[in-house]
């Protein structure tokens, strides 16, 4: 019992002193740098920074002719990309024209309302635009005609942050495009 | 009998005790060589407060203005008031002057503009009443910024011995009326330029983990591209076109790959593609959209939302594309994960109360902490060292970018009122 009271004194003062002598070392020598080593300087550095990128886009010119505002834009339910039935009449007269004028082609673009987040929001408008596609392919538009892309949120029909605003976004967009697709 | 076994126990404690002495005691050698200062692992109970002198010389006040709000915005500083200290800036240190006003490090500057800026600075540890280090920083006039933030690099490298962050940089999005542009500025928002890219609507660039490249998705002229802008090249370049919504995603550790979502084929669905060999790798198969892929830092994790389950919600898998495993569960909407560079976080957007918010989760998905409460809070991405995260916010209106510390606190705008700015990428150096 003796023994081992001595010997955890002894394990106690080590430990001890492992710790006190943590508190005094310094952050980088063990030892106090001498005034004449700390008038040595490094090196000076000199700070500099890469000339900036600067590139300017050349947006090429678009070869179709767009005709934007033939038909009026369909609209969406909340979070939904189902065709609603006030939908259909529009789709009639969009189908109508494409049979009839063979030469044109409909670009369907997919929209969404600004609420959630920019990425999944582009897929809800392809769902939307390609919904869009689908039952004006049932209505006898061949699919070759029929370009689709989706905007998210991006570009809005109007910008108030209200329920009416809103539901106008929830949109397909019809474009018509004359010219080689 | 009963005396025998109470020995027996009293043996029995002292081993366990001398054990864990011996376990602390080992523990401590590892930091026994360096005086802990900031222990920036542990939660910050207290702040060091520290002293940054006006320097003596031209612009003055200009540089120590800078290393204030770098050294106070990370919450590991309390930097004192100016109006409280003794000695004048051009009046060698000395320990009571400082010591008598609580501080335990001041920082201490001479600056002279011959054409160049030449400026020498001292960092002291007023407790042991010495130098910790002396450094003479040049530059021209126009860089003065940098020279400060690098500065201040070098006092949070003495004293808590991580990387600093004050000379990194945010990349963000600003929509105009009718086309949208790349904009660089520094984390705090200053120093701003446009670099000349721009689309019809342009999304959320990615950047290289060498700083050096930036991925970006453009729709111009009616199609979804991907783009590569080279900053050593300074060149533009179309990395990926295709039919259908083509958005980028980070790129691997290996600047040659990246990953990307596509709707080229029906719904949306994550891609790997190779620049060099144009190899395009579909991952998902999902009949959901499956979007947002983000990579961890090691690149072997693949975190990415899908509304496969019905809801969208925040999922991880391989980079191969298995052990594919849902880790968000409480709430109908997670979006936009970006994963800390540090690995053990990520950061995501949450819809809390019909708005976004951001929260910040274990890889798999545990211990999820909300941060923002105030508008709608979208596109978070950390700094470097996993303790920022930027992100955008319309909660003073517009969109605009933030940045907050990654556990919430500090939040500010960087970029100013009045102009609609989004999708911030914090850069990896």
Redesign the interface.
């Given at each position: 019992m003796k023994n081992l009271f001595v010997a955890v004194t002894v394990m106690l003062a080590l430990s001890l002193s492992g710790c006190a002598k943590k508190q005094v070392a310094g952050p980088t020598e063990m030892q106090q740098p001498t005034a004449a080593e700390q008038q040595v300087k490094k090196a000076p550095e000199k700070i500099t920074e890469e000339k900036v990128a600067k590139v300017e886009t050349k947006e090429l010119p678009s070869k179709v002719e767009e005709i934007s505002g033939m038909f009026e834009d369909i609209l969406f339910d909340f979070d939904r990309y189902d065709i609603r039935e006030d939908a259909k009449p529009v789709l009639k007269k969009v189908s109508d024209h494409l049979i009839k004028n063979t030469a044109q082609g409909i670009l369907i673009e997919g929209h969404c309302d600004e609420r959630g987040t920019s990425e999944y929001n582009l897929g809800l408008g392809d769902r939307r635009a390609k919904a869009t596609r689908d039952y004006l392919v049932s209505l006898g538009v061949p699919s070759s005609r029929i370009e689709m892309i989706s905007y998210g949120k991006e570009k809005p029909f109007c910008n108030e942050h209200t329920e009416e605003c809103w539901a106008k976004n929830r949109r397909s967009h019809f474009v018509i495009m004359k010219g080689k697709m | 009998m009963k005396k025998r076994s109470a020995l027996q126990g009293t043996?029995c404690r002292?081993v366990v005790?001398?054990f864990s002495?011996?376990s602390?005691?080992f523990s401590?050698?590892s930091?026994?060589?360096?005086?802990v200062?900031i222990d920036i692992n542990s939660p910050a109970f207290r702040k060091l407060p520290i002293a940054v002198s006006d320097f003596s010389g031209t612009f003055g006040r200009d540089i120590p203005e800078v290393i204030i709000d770098d050294l106070d915005f990370t919450g590991l500083f309390l930097c004192l008031d100016r109006s409280a200290f003794i000695e004048a800036p051009s009046n060698p240190f000395q320990q009571r002057n400082w010591s008598a006003i609580g501080a335990e490090a001041v920082v201490k500057g001479m600056v002279r503009n011959d054409r160049n800026l030449?400026v020498v600075v001292s960092l002291y540890?007023v407790i042991?009443g010495?130098?910790?280090f002396?450094?003479?920083?040049?530059?021209e006039p126009s860089?003065l910024r940098?020279?400060a933030h690098?500065i201040a690099n070098d006092i949070y490298m003495?004293l808590t011995g991580q990387k600093g962050i004050f000379r990194t940089r945010i990349a963000y999005v600003v929509r105009k009326s009718g086309s949208?542009e790349l904009m660089?500025g520094d984390w705090d928002g200053m120093r701003t330029?446009?670099?000349?890219?721009?689309?019809?609507?342009m999304?959320?660039p990615r950047w290289a983990k060498d700083g050096s490249k930036l991925l970006y998705s453009s729709?111009?002229?009616?199609?979804?591209g991907i783009y590569l802008?080279?900053?050593g090249k300074?060149?533009?370049r179309n990395v990926f076109i295709s039919k259908?919504?083509n958005?980028a995603g980070d790129l691997f550790p290996n600047p040659d790959e990246f990953v990307m979502?596509s709707?080229k084929e029906?719904?949306?669905n994550i891609y790997t593609f190779k620049i060099s060999s144009s190899q395009l790798k579909r991952l998902t198969a999902s009949r959901g959209?499956d979007?947002?892929p983000s990579i961890s830092p090691d690149g072997s994790l693949i975190a990415f939302?899908s509304?496969r389950d019905g809801s969208?919600q925040i999922f991880t898998m391989s980079r191969e594309g298995f052990d594919t495993k849902r880790i968000t569960f409480s709430g109908s909407?997670n979006?936009?994960p970006a994963w800390s560079p540090k690995g053990d976080r990520i950061a995501f957007?949450g819809?809390v109360g019909?708005k976004?918010q951001i929260f910040t989760m274990n890889p798999d998905g545990s211990l999820m902490t909300q941060l923002t409460d105030k508008g709608?809070n979208?596109?978070p991405s950390f700094s470097p060292d996993g303790r920022c995260i930027t992100f955008s916010s319309d909660r003073d209106g517009e969109k605009a970018v933030y940045i907050m510390r990654a556990n919430g606190e500090a939040q500010k705008r960087i970029t100013p009122k009045g102009i609609k700015a989004?999708?911030p990428r914090w850069s990896p150096n």
């Open positions: - | 043996k002292v005790f001398l002495l011996l602390v005691h401590s050698f930091d026994l060589d360096a005086k200062y030449v540890d042991e010495r130098e910790l002396r450094k003479e920083y040049q530059s860089l940098p020279l690098t003495q949208d660089m330029y446009r670099m000349g890219v721009k689309g019809r609507v999304l959320g729709e111009r002229n009616r199609q979804w802008l080279d900053f300074m060149s533009e259908g919504t958005i979502s709707s029906g719904n949306q959209i979007v947002t939302v509304d969208p909407y979006t936009s957007s819809r019909g976004n709608n979208e596109d989004f999708a």
